[in-house]
């Protein structure tokens, strides 16, 4: 009982925590970034004249020195890098596969659609061409053991649920067969696994990603790659006509010693609260297949507008603002955590942390990672936000690069887009810049800034000197 007065009351007090001046304020910053942004020139470049940006490659580094140099030239406090030691991984030649089927005089193969898992080893110089056993999740194998998977490609055709509105829910459903199939599979003896592609769509595309061998010797280690949805079903369907059918895949991917990168850092030096950080960001890495337009580049740039836009739209922040491009977000986070390491070392007090790694659709809200209390304080600004038909406040996750800073004291949110298209691109070769919406990335661009001049203003503290409500 004394909870729920206690949270009426402030939810009360909230509803007053802003004012006329606060909406001049967010119509200044979206018509701002709607008539005068940097979002999309700056991922033109980053997509279109740097390309997929996979973290160890040259590619990578161009990235690097790319967005320092403009965030240099917004006349920031301050622009540095961070170092951080990161994989390198190398994709090499365009991988081939196809399916053997024969008849009574000769032998038909149709080729596939695939492409190696990140991380991943390659396969013999001539492939690998074994029966298949079709599975539908990684836990299948232990049901079959290993006189029937020894020396065949599993093939993990675990679907998408369509039913599930949340598409980011139906990823989580299904990527740990990406991520663990291969060491699974070889500890039953497979010669390879391939996995159907993370996707809410049928298409030609196969959708790479990051997969773990955990602490499976070298030695034992066996390719893994993704096929794409429409060649997992005529796969699938294949091997119900003919289930001793060969299947043939050949990849040339090499993991190399890790080397040096870097996170890109800028910051506009709080007015009185230096000592208070507020950080935007996203993740400068991306995969090798398309040009990491949505996943993650829209996340850069809108990061970076953020505090262009609070500069062009006259707010001297109270506490220091930061924008972090953090690097290997895609497979490591080693980038998030060396910002956390030093962080920690420096002592930093970090307040909140917004994050945009859900592509650069048209912004539908924020999801947030904090107290109740705290929740109650925020949820209270929704009415500022709704002219841009942006309504979805709720707790949840935040974002993979932000989430080494969790502690108590900080608040963590990331942005949210609708999501209903982002997996028909996800990791995959049609992740390119024409799939971009110039005006929805200029909306995401001004709904971050706009979170991030409210929380600047009012702060992350919650009334903590209320008197207990007794029943």
């Known amino acids: 009982m004394k909870i729920r007065v206690l949270t009426i009351i402030l939810c009360c007090f909230y509803a007053f925590s802003f004012s006329q001046e606060d909406e001049s304020v967010l119509k200044t910053i979206y018509t701002t970034s709607l008539t005068n942004g940097m979002s999309y020139q700056w991922l033109d470049h980053l997509s279109n004249q740097i390309g ?67 991380g991943s080893v390659a396969t013999p110089k001539d492939g690998i061409t074994a029966n298949v056993i079709e599975i539908n999740t990684y836990k299948d194998l232990e049901l079959l053991g290993e006189e029937k998977i020894k020396g065949k490609i599993v093939f993990i055709n675990r679907s998408w649920n369509q039913e599930l509105v949340s598409t980011f829910q139906a990823y989580g459903g299904c990527a740990s067969e990406r991520y663990n199939g291969a060491a699974e599979a070889a500890k039953y003896g497979a010669v390879g696994m391939i996995v159907r592609s993370l996707s809410s769509r049928q298409d030609d595309y196969p959708h790479t990603g990051s997969m773990s061998y955990g602490d499976l010797p070298v030695e034992k280690r066996i390719p893994s790659a993704a096929i794409s949805t429409n060649d997992a079903v005529k796969l699938s369907d294949a091997l119900k006509e003919n289930k001793d059918l060969k299947f043939h ?52 740039v809108q990061s970076m507008d953020v505090l262009r836009l609070l500069k062009e ?26 910002y956390a390491e030093v962080a920690k070392e420096k002592n930093e007090k970090h307040v909140f942390a917004l994050e945009s790694d859900a592509g650069g659709f048209t912004p539908r809200g924020f999801s947030f990672d904090c107290s109740d209390l705290m929740f109650s304080k925020i949820e209270a600004w929704r009415p500022l936000f ?9 707790k949840g996750g935040s974002g993979a690069d932000i989430g080494p800073l969790k502690n108590d004291d900080i608040v963590l949110a990331g942005l949210r887009p609708d999501s209903q298209r982002y997996f028909d691109h996800h990791h ?23 979170l991030v001049f409210l929380v600047d203003k009012y702060g992350t503290e919650t009334i903590t000197n209320i008197k207990e409500i007794k029943d």
């Open 386 to 394: 709704k002219p841009y038909l942006i309504h979805y406040f709720e």
């Open 313 to 338: 739209s006259g707010i001297t922040p109270k506490r220091s603002i930061r924008v972090v491009l953090f690097m290997n977000e895609e497979n490591g986070l080693r980038g998030g955590r060396k």
């Open 52 to 118: 997929g940006r996979l973290s160890g490659s040259k590619n990578a580094e161009l990235a690097v020195q790319y967005t320092k140099a403009e965030l240099e030239k917004l006349g920031l406090d301050k622009v540095w890098l961070q170092p951080v030691m990161v994989p390198k991984w190398v994709r090499g030649e365009k991988e081939t596969a196809y399916i053997v089927t024969a008849n009574k005089d000769h032998k038909i193969n149709q080729d596939v659609n695939i492409c190696a898992l990140g």
């Open 428 to 450: 995959a070769a049609n992740d390119t810049f024409e799939h971009v919406n110039k005006r929805e990335l200029e909306l995401g661009a001004a709904t971050m800034t706009a």
């Open 249 to 300: 895949f050949k990849q040339s991917c090499q993991q190399f010693e890790d080397v040096l990168s870097y996170n890109v850092i800028g910051e506009i030096t709080g007015s009185e609260f230096p000592n208070e950080y507020i950080i935007v960001g996203g993740h400068l890495d991306s995969w090798d297949l398309g040009d990491g337009a949505h996943d993650d580049g829209a996340g850069v």
